[in-house]
């Protein structure tokens, strides 16, 4: 019986291998080459007037949920988030992260049973918060921009970032229409094995407030919901 699971077990992996290989054979690419500059930094400046950057700077807070599970309400003047999954709701500091309060089903506990989900939260905002806002991050510390030249003959902007979130090293390749405004971007990331997979971003919302942000993100088949997206005063 063992042999059997065995042989199965083997057949399954190889079966994954394949599909593994066969989808990077297909989809990946190597990270572009660009110049970087006064003309990549004008790039940016120009994506960043097309999504209202300075109606988004003026927000105060930011709403959404991410994937209907990860629920967020951001007060970037207080640099505070208040986020709720499951039976969690915390209220986090994101200047003092081991200050945060932490709550499950409206209990409040302790700082030794906290910290894990603080930590746990840290990285949810970090993901999270980047699918929301990532083009008003371009010009973030550490970051590096580069003028791309594209097949259809279009330019590109491709963001580095080399320090700072999660994973330090990740860039970006911003596909964008003739205004400026995104409608996707290319990613080489250190969780994705498969180098230049495209999320697009063209699904816009005017919120209250002016500034444009995303209400959802399409991968292949696979769509990455941003919930009730708002931008407040």
């Not at 930094?41 to 105060?60: F, G, I, V």
């Not at 697009?200 to 919302?205: P, Q």
């Amino acid at each position: 019986m063992l042999n059997k699971l065995f042989k199965l077990l083997i057949i399954v992996l190889l079966v994954l291998g394949l599909g593994f290989g066969l989808l990077y054979y297909a989809y990946n690419k190597p990270l572009p080459q660009g110049v970087s500059g006064p003309e990549a930094d004008a790039l940016a400046y120009r994506m960043l007037d097309a999504l209202h950057y300075d109606k988004y700077n003026n927000s105060q807070v930011l709403e959404w949920s991410f994937r209907d599970e990860h629920i967020y309400s951001w007060n970037k003047t207080k640099a505070t988030v208040q986020i709720k999954w499951d039976s969690y709701s915390i209220d986090l500091d994101l200047i003092s992260p081991s200050s945060s309060i932490v709550y499950k089903d409206d209990v409040w506990l302790s700082y030794e049973e906290s910290q894990d989900l603080i930590e746990k939260a840290i990285g949810y905002f970090n993901n999270d918060s980047f699918w929301l806002v990532a083009p008003y991050k371009v010009f973030d510390a550490g970051t590096e921009r580069y003028l791309v030249d594209l097949e259809d003959g279009s330019e590109g902007l491709l963001v580095t970032y080399k320090k700072g979130g999660d994973t330090p090293g990740d860039s970006y390749l911003w596909i964008l229409e003739p205004s400026g405004k995104p409608k996707s971007f290319q990613m080489w990331v250190n969780i994705i094995p498969i180098g230049g997979l495209e999320a697009s971003w063209n699904d816009w919302k005017e919120t209250e407030t002016g500034a444009l942000l995303p209400t959802s993100h399409s991968i292949g088949p696979f769509t990455i919901s941003m919930g009730t997206v708002n931008a407040l005063p």
